[in-house]
């Protein structure tokens, strides 16, 4: 089955600037997970949807960020304005459903904040 | 509550064993075991929930302490594949707002 598909790659702006990032789930995965790891860190969840509803936002500078999950499929989290300490990797991953399913990652887009 | 893990780093010659350990301050529902190697995404491992089980995974097992709020997971025999950093992701509630926190990982190095 295809993995977690993340694009783009790398990333690198200035402060102030905006940013998105696109995210395809495996197919039939039904959670939808945008994490932020910095470098030497664990993944932190940023958000997380079930189908096209937030289930949990509450560490999601909402100042800032915001993502959307319109039909349930694919994902977007997009930064405006960035700022420096945003340099990290967004990994989305997504399960089979939220309720303990292992959770398959993709390999992330790797921000760099000038 | 992030979860600790210890030892942050660890060193092993191909064939030598490992454990990686998972303390959480509050109650556990499950954890979560993933190995991420650089620049790659985090794989996952194994899932534990609650009640004390052990589970393997070729020469890798990880077992749950409900009562001491940890999980260690075992690596035997270790090959060089098995290089990369370790995390634990914890589940305190198992309701139906289930997430995952990540400790801060664990970098194992098998040398040759």
């Known amino acids: 089955e295809a993995g977690v598909a993340q694009s783009p790659r790398y990333k690198i702006i200035e402060k102030r600037q905006s940013v998105a990032f696109w995210c395809n789930p495996i197919?039939?995965?039904?959670?939808l997970y945008w994490y932020q790891q910095i470098l030497g860190q664990g993944p932190k969840l940023l958000i997380q949807f079930q189908n096209n509803g937030v289930v949990d936002d509450s560490q999601l500078p909402k100042d800032r960020f915001s993502a959307e999950r319109l039909k349930g499929v694919d994902s977007t989290l997009k930064i405006q304005p960035a700022k420096l300490e945003d340099s990290a990797v967004y990994l989305c991953?997504?399960?089979?459903?939220?309720?303990?399913?292992?959770?398959?990652f993709g390999d992330g887009t790797r921000l760099s904040i000038l | 509550q992030q979860p600790v893990q210890s030892p942050q780093a660890v060193i092993l010659r191909e064939g030598e064993d490992a454990v990686i350990n998972c303390s959480s301050s509050k109650a556990l529902y499950s954890v979560h075991w993933y190995r991420q190697k650089h620049g790659e995404a985090p794989v996952f491992l194994m899932i534990l929930l609650k009640g004390g089980e052990q589970k393997g995974h070729e020469k890798i097992s990880a077992s749950f302490n409900e009562k001491k709020q940890q999980s260690s997971l075992y690596l035997t025999a270790s090959q060089l594949s098995y290089s990369g950093t370790y995390f634990c992701g914890t589940e305190n509630s198992g309701g139906s707002n289930y997430k995952l926190t990540f400790g801060k990982g664990t970098l194992l190095t098998v040398n040759p």
């Open positions: 991953a997504s399960s089979f459903s939220g309720d303990g399913q292992p959770q398959h």
């Open positions: 197919s039939g995965h039904a959670t």
